[in-house]
């Protein structure tokens, strides 16, 4: 079983900063991937960025240039760093992480952050 614990939400206003951590907790696993996820109200949750095992990262079009991911493998912690925040940005952030038990994935998520962009 793995938790992930989300943290770094919150007010910010259009243009500015935002860091989001995300630190994976349990024993005896090996994460394949970590990842953030948003859900704005009414609308589906989508992917913002993920890290993948072995380096690859992919963004959503929106994160791209503005977002950066990066994961402490060692540390099982991923974290997002978000610049030039838009109000469009303002959702429920998500900590993801996946994990494959021979070749069954399992996809474990945090509590979700509020991120909130306004002035």
């Known amino acids: 079983q793995v938790q992930l614990v989300e943290s770094g939400g919150g007010l910010v206003q259009p243009g500015g900063s935002l860091r989001l951590s995300c630190a994976a907790s349990g024993s005896g696993f090996s994460i394949h991937a970590m990842g953030w996820y948003r859900q704005a109200p009414g609308k589906q949750r989508e992917l913002v960025a993920t890290d993948t095992r072995g380096g690859r990262t992919d963004y959503a079009q929106a994160a791209k240039g503005r977002f950066t991911i990066s994961r402490d493998n060692a540390k099982n912690t991923v974290d997002l760093q978000m610049n030039s925040l838009k109000p469009e940005a303002t959702a429920v952030y998500y900590c993801?992480?996946?994990?494959?038990?021979?070749?069954?994935?399992?996809?474990?998520w945090g509590q979700g952050t509020q991120v909130t962009v306004s002035s």
């Open positions: 993801n992480a996946v994990l494959y038990y021979g070749l069954a994935r399992v996809d474990y």
